[in-house]
């Protein structure tokens, strides 16, 4: 299994920044997936999570910080997630990283990628 995020850079205040993250080893659709930050000095979060497709239906959920700002989405044929970030702040400053939920836990996790917000 391996997680490959990309994406990340540098970007002012009010600017946006779409992260992937590339899934191979394992048959992508039938995990739920999500993505979590850590800024310097602080304890890894949860952003966002997706559930598996169902149907036309995929359960998304965020964290209070980027609802509204941010979005999470999955591509199942690409075996690919994304995090789409508008609207970004100084505080959204971190290392992003995706992971695979595999029953109650994170167990695979990319290797992150940063973001950097210049105010």
């Known amino acids: 299994v391996q997680l490959q995020a990309s994406g990340g850079g540098l970007v002012q205040a009010g600017g946006c920044l779409r992260l992937s993250c590339e899934a191979s080893g394992y048959s992508f659709s039938i995990n739920h997936m999500a993505w979590y930050r850590q800024a310097p000095g602080k304890e890894r979060e949860l952003v966002a999570r997706i559930i598996t497709n169902s149907g036309t239906n995929s359960g998304t959920n965020y964290a209070d910080s980027v609802k509204g700002r941010f979005t999470i989405s999955r591509d199942d044929a690409k075996n690919t997630l994304f995090l789409q970030m508008n609207s970004l702040k100084p505080e959204d400053t971190a290392v992003y990283y995706c992971?695979?939920?595999?029953?109650?836990?994170?167990?695979?996790w990319g290797q992150g990628t940063q973001v950097t917000v210049s105010s």
């Open positions: 992971a695979r939920k595999n029953y109650y836990t994170f167990d695979y």
